[in-house]
């Protein structure tokens, strides 16, 4: 069942001399550099590759500051550039502050505040005198501005303007 073949590496085809390898690297323009003794090939970085990776590194940090100068030219935040440029926070502000390149903070959409309808300088006589109706009643500044869709401020306003009082939300029970 189990066939054991005698191949050597000398006997396969594909497998090309070494030494017509090493001429071939050193015909290409390729430099072999001896390792001291004591070393191994893995402490010494090879200068082959090293120059490439620093090449590339260069080529990826030119293309991450031309899409940063873009994405900043749109607007966007800290959150989209680290997702798009796959880089971190502290990374991307080296990078913007090395090349001049200023980065506005966004902020968060948050609640707007409510835009009332009436301001208090021009609070019509018929919306004072509803206030003036439900308080009367025994509403609440709140439920007055709930029912007039009016801020607690204008409710109030309104009734230092025309002067009447409104309902106190304490508990009178325990007097």
């Not at 001291?36 to 010494?44: A, D, K, Q």
């Not at 590194?57 to 994405?71: G, V």
């Not at 607007?75 to 990374?91: E, H, I, P, V």
Request: aromatic share 6%.
């Amino acid at each position: 069942m189990n066939k054991k073949t005698n191949l050597c590496p000398t006997d396969h085809p594909d497998i090309v001399d070494l030494a017509a390898a090493v001429e071939q690297f050193v015909a290409d323009g390729g430099i072999i550099d001896k390792i001291p003794i004591g070393e191994s090939c893995t402490t010494v970085p090879p200068a082959a590759l090293s120059a490439s990776h620093l090449q590339d590194n260069q080529t990826s940090r030119a293309e991450k500051l031309h899409l940063l100068k873009e994405l900043v030219a749109k607007g966007a935040g800290f959150s989209s550039l680290q997702y798009s440029l796959k880089m971190n926070r502290r990374d991307i502000k080296k990078l913007a502050i090395e090349h001049g390149v200023k980065i506005t903070f966004s902020k968060p959409l948050g609640k707007t505040q409510r835009i009332s309808r009436y301001d208090t300088s021009e609070v019509d006589d018929t919306v004072a005198g509803h206030a003036m109706h439900y308080s009367s009643l025994g509403y609440s500044a709140l439920e007055i501005a709930q029912i007039l869709e009016l801020s607690v401020r204008q409710v109030w306003n309104i009734g230092k303007a025309y002067r009447f009082e409104f309902k106190q939300t304490k508990d009178e029970s325990s007097d």
